[in-house]
């Protein structure tokens, strides 16, 4: 097995969530669970697959329970969904530093 690069922690998570339209991001997901996953309720950086399409981002606390995936249009498009309530598979697979 490879050691990760420095600065990166190998992550095997995969969760199914449906697009959410509110709160401080225009569109997001809501991973519940992450919070145990990552052991924090602080900003994650992580990278993985959406819907099989790579991604890197910030998790972003939500204050009170699990991290929000804040979703950019460009990511909406490359996986043909952007509605509220359409379900996305997220696998994450690294926690940056």
Not at 35 to 47: D, P
Not at 54 to 62: G, I, Q, V, Y
């Given at each position: 097995?490879?050691?990760?690069?420095?600065?990166?922690?190998?992550?095997?998570?995969?969760?199914?969530?449906?697009?959410?339209?509110?709160?401080?991001?225009?569109?997001?997901?809501?991973?519940?669970?992450?919070?145990?996953?990552l052991?924090?309720?602080?900003?994650?950086?992580?990278?993985g697959?959406?819907?099989?399409?790579?991604?890197?981002?910030?998790?972003?606390?939500?204050?009170?329970?699990p991290?929000?995936?804040?979703?950019?249009?460009?990511?909406?498009?490359?996986?043909?969904?952007?509605?509220?309530?359409?379900?996305?598979?997220?696998?994450?697979?690294?926690?940056?530093?």
């Amino acid at each position: 097995m490879t050691a990760a690069p420095a600065g990166v922690q190998r992550l095997d998570a995969a969760f199914t969530a449906p697009i959410r339209k509110d709160g401080a991001f225009p569109t997001y997901l809501e991973l519940d669970g992450s919070v145990e996953l990552l052991g924090t309720r602080r900003a994650v950086k992580v990278a993985g697959t959406l819907d099989g399409h790579e991604f890197r981002a910030t998790l972003m606390p939500s204050g009170t329970g699990p991290h929000w995936l804040p979703l950019r249009a460009a990511l909406c498009r490359a996986i043909g969904k952007a509605d509220a309530g359409e379900q996305v598979a997220v696998r994450l697979q690294q926690r940056l530093s």
